[in-house]
């Protein structure tokens, strides 16, 4: 899943290699995938596409906004995105499917489920994509800790760990993958509950949200995500279904997967104990 680090990285590859090149065909559900999610009739992209140039790319949390002149296509967390240089062949099964002047493509598929949406700029009016674009990210400055402690002022304070770093787009692209590795940093439970945290615990817990979102930006995404050229990204998941079976690095004691909040966390229960 494309969460805050991957979406830098495969924004960045997209902006500098796609930029100038021209959209020369585009096919739309050409696997019909249950779970793929178009906005209006997706036989209209080519109109909105066709012919037009690739002007840049960019984050925006967990997504990516790919720009065609006035046109944008966005993607959102659960696509794999890949670029095929030109002449190589593309696969065959794809969820979107562009082709450029120079005979290189971009594959776009989805995994579990996934967002792939072509608009003009400025009418998409999606409340995920607009908060999004409303928040600033972590990996900001403008992210800062005041920022940060100020988010626990408008929450109930029996939520989980979890539910306030991870849920109701609170903090847009931090999703299941990194919190393992930013709680396990800051030596807390995800299933301890607000009221438990120190002041000492929830300054902790937003250095370790910039810093491992940095880290992992900077060494091109996690392990267990791929990025625009097929390629592993370089951060290495301390707590991740990767590593799960091996033991914690700090104590060697025995890592806990657990099925919470929809999804898996892993942590170990010794390093993060929960506070009750
Ligand atoms: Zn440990």
């Given at each position: 899943m494309l969460e805050i680090p991957e979406s830098k990285v495969t924004s960045g590859q997209l902006d500098s290699i796609l930029k100038g090149k021209i959209i020369t065909q585009v096919l739309v559900n050409?696997?019909?995938?249950?779970?793929a999610f178009y906005n209006?009739?997706?036989?209209e992209y080519a109109s909105i596409l066709?012919?037009?140039?690739?002007t840049g790319a960019n984050a925006a949390a967990g997504q990516i906004e790919l720009h065609a002149e006035d046109s944008i296509l966005l993607f959102s967390d659960g696509v794999n995105l890949r670029y095929y240089e030109p002449n190589v062949a593309p696969p065959e099964k794809h969820q979107l499917f562009l082709e450029f002047n120079d005979n290189s493509h971009l594959i776009v598929t989805i995994q579990m489920y996934g967002g792939i949406w072509a608009f003009i700029e400025g009418q998409n009016d999606n409340f995920y994509y607009l908060v999004t674009k409303q928040k600033p990210s972590p990996?900001?400055?403008?992210?800062?800790e005041k920022y940060f402690l100020s988010l626990?002022?408008?929450?109930?304070?029996?939520?989980s760990v979890k539910a306030f770093l991870a849920?109701?787009?609170?903090?847009?692209?931090?999703?299941n993958g990194v919190l393992q590795d930013i709680l396990f940093d800051a030596c807390?439970?995800?299933?301890?509950?607000?009221?438990?945290?120190s002041i000492n615990d929830k300054k902790k817990m937003f250095t370790s949200v910039k810093n491992k979102l940095i880290e992992m930006t900077e060494k091109g995404?996690?392990?267990?995500e791929k990025d625009l050229l097929g390629n592993w990204g370089g951060y290495q998941t301390n707590l991740s279904s990767r590593t799960f079976g091996s033991l914690c690095m700090i104590c060697g004691g025995s890592i806990i997967r657990r099925a919470f909040l929809g999804g898996n966390v892993y942590f170990c229960p010794i390093c993060q104990v929960e506070k009750k």
């Open positions: 050409n696997s019909p995938h249950k779970f209006g009739d997706p036989n066709m012919g037009k140039i690739i990996l900001s400055e403008e992210f800062d626990f002022d408008s929450v109930k304070q029996t939520i849920t109701e787009q609170r903090i847009p692209g931090l999703g807390i439970h995800p299933a301890t509950r607000l009221q438990y945290l995404g996690r392990d267990t």
